[in-house]
């Protein structure tokens, strides 16, 4: 089974998207994207920073399809 991931900002709880992406199938090409797409003022890649952490959404996902039958 294939896990989705996604990219929190913990200081205001809601998830950070690039375009239409909100969701990844692995950690680190959800660091890959922050790290692409991340301001270039800011040099800090995902690892060296704390604002932003990478939740696994797969146990919700399911959860909530389990709702819907």
Same mark, same amino acid.
């Given at each position: 089974?294939?896990?989705?991931?996604?990219?929190?900002?913990t200081?205001?709880?809601?998830f950070?998207?690039?375009g $239409? %992406?909100? !969701?990844? #199938?692995?950690? /680190? &090409? $959800? %660091?890959? !994207?922050? #790290?692409?797409? /991340? &301001?270039?003022?800011?040099?800090?890649?995902?690892?060296?920073?704390?604002?932003?952490?990478?939740?696994?959404?797969?146990?919700?996902?399911?959860?909530?399809?389990?709702?819907?039958?």
């Amino acid at each position: 089974m294939t896990s989705i991931y996604g990219i929190l900002d913990t200081e205001t709880g809601q998830f950070i998207s690039y375009g $239409a %992406k909100i !969701a990844w #199938n692995h950690t /680190r &090409n $959800a %660091k890959n !994207a922050y #790290n692409y797409h /991340r &301001n270039y003022n800011d040099t800090k890649k995902f690892d060296e920073q704390t604002r932003y952490e990478i939740v696994n959404l797969t146990e919700a996902y399911f959860r909530l399809e389990d709702l819907k039958r």
